[in-house]
């Protein structure tokens, strides 16, 4: 089935560790983006790209890295883990050409716990 | 600057009864808006969207939303609840000049038997 798919659903990390957040859509969607979700404060977007070789910021960016080398990926890089970055992450994908007009197409999150 | 507020955390309804969830905008040009629902451990689903036209505008497990650009709101309807509408939802507004979404804080769904 088309969409985006997140691995992995579930990890658990130790404070300092490294870990990717893989993220992967087969809709050609140029437009990429990674949100957190914590209790009471709605998603939060860490990081978006617009297409391949193109990341920026978001709300949120501190502690994450992103990189876009295909129209397909954009992973998640937590360089150095912290208790902090407990929270869910949701990687979503839209099309461009009508900014946003077409609303995100979600993954099933990926839940990470940081201990 | 740019937000959306869901100013219910928790609603209880009886299944059966009907349902209104608020959210109101604050946005510099007329926003595109959209509605999510969250079942537990999944992720996001579109609902609904409004971008132009007719101010109400029909989604998708019979959900309705009405955007009211006076009262800068967009509150979502069903007129009768199930026991599988019970999650959260949100809303969410981007525009023109942006790919970005702005959510607000959710509003999760009970449903009484």
């Known amino acids: 089935n088309a969409g985006v798919t997140q691995t992995p659903k579930f990890q658990v990390l130790k404070t300092g560790q490294s870990m990717t957040l893989q993220c992967a859509q087969d809709m050609n969607h140029e437009y990429m983006s990674w949100y957190r979700q914590d209790p009471g404060m709605g998603l939060r977007l860490i990081h978006y790209s617009v297409g391949a070789g193109i990341t920026d910021q978001g709300e949120v960016p501190n502690g994450y890295n992103v990189s876009r080398s295909t129209t397909e990926d954009f992973p998640l890089r937590l360089l150095s883990a912290a208790p902090s970055q407990t929270s869910v992450y949701f990687c979503?994908?839209?099309?461009?050409?009508?900014?946003?007009?077409?609303?995100?197409?979600f993954g099933s999150g990926t839940r990470l716990t940081v201990v | 600057a740019q937000s959306v507020t869901q100013p219910d955390i928790h609603i209880t309804v009886s299944e059966g009864a009907s349902l209104e969830l608020r959210c109101n905008y604050s946005y510099g040009a007329t926003p595109y808006l959209f509605w999510y629902v969250q079942s537990p451990g999944q992720g996001l689903q579109l609902l609904l969207k409004y971008f132009s036209g007719d101010t109400l505008v029909q989604g998708i497990k019979g959900f309705e939303a009405e955007f009211k650009r006076s009262q800068s709101s967009f509150n979502l309807r069903k007129p009768s609840v199930h026991w599988s509408d019970a999650a959260e939802y949100f809303c969410?507004?981007?525009?023109?000049?942006?790919?970005?979404?702005?959510f607000g804080s959710g509003t999760r769904l009970l449903v009484r038997p």
């Open positions: 979503a994908s839209s099309p461009v050409d009508g900014k946003a007009n077409y609303g995100y197409t």
């Open positions: 969410a507004a981007g525009g023109d000049s942006s790919y970005k979404l702005i």
